[in-house]
């Protein structure tokens, strides 16, 4: 079966399916490999191909080890931006009650997205 990609046109306000290529399917479909690249106590793990060969492997692990600083693991590595903006806050009474919504019906086109 073909992979594809879903998107969007809003001048058309709809969404078409794109068939990827295959170069593209193949490494979608690739198994991967989790490798550390900062220390055992403080973990950055990534993902890469499993099927690279060695010098492949280790050219690109030594070269996210050597520009680990460049990747943001959390907020506080990015000084400029304000917490406020990234931070998520509910705002509850504590003693409320919970309410579940009726469940609605959505037109299937849209139930899809």
């Known amino acids: 079966h073909d992979e594809s ?5 809003g001048a ?3 969404y078409i399916h794109q068939s990827l ?3 593209m399917q193949t490494m979608l479909n690739e198994s991967t490999i989790e490798i550390n690249i900062h220390t055992q106590d403080d973990p950055h793990i990534l993902k890469i191909g499993q099927s690279l ?8 692990t030594s070269f996210l080890k050597n520009h680990n600083h460049a990747f943001a693991w959390s907020y506080a590595n990015i000084p400029s931006i304000d917490p406020t903006i990234v931070v998520h ?10 309410v579940k919504k009726k469940l609605r019906k959505m037109h299937p086109r849209i139930a899809l997205l």
Not at 5 to 9: A, E, R, S
Not at 89 to 98: K, R
């Open 5 to 9: 990609i879903l998107t969007y046109h």
């Open 12 to 14: 058309e306000d709809s």
């Open 21 to 23: 290529p295959s170069e």
């Open 53 to 60: 060969d060695t010098t492949k492997h280790e050219a690109i």
């Open 89 to 98: 806050n509910i705002v509850t009474i504590p003693d409320a009650e919970l």
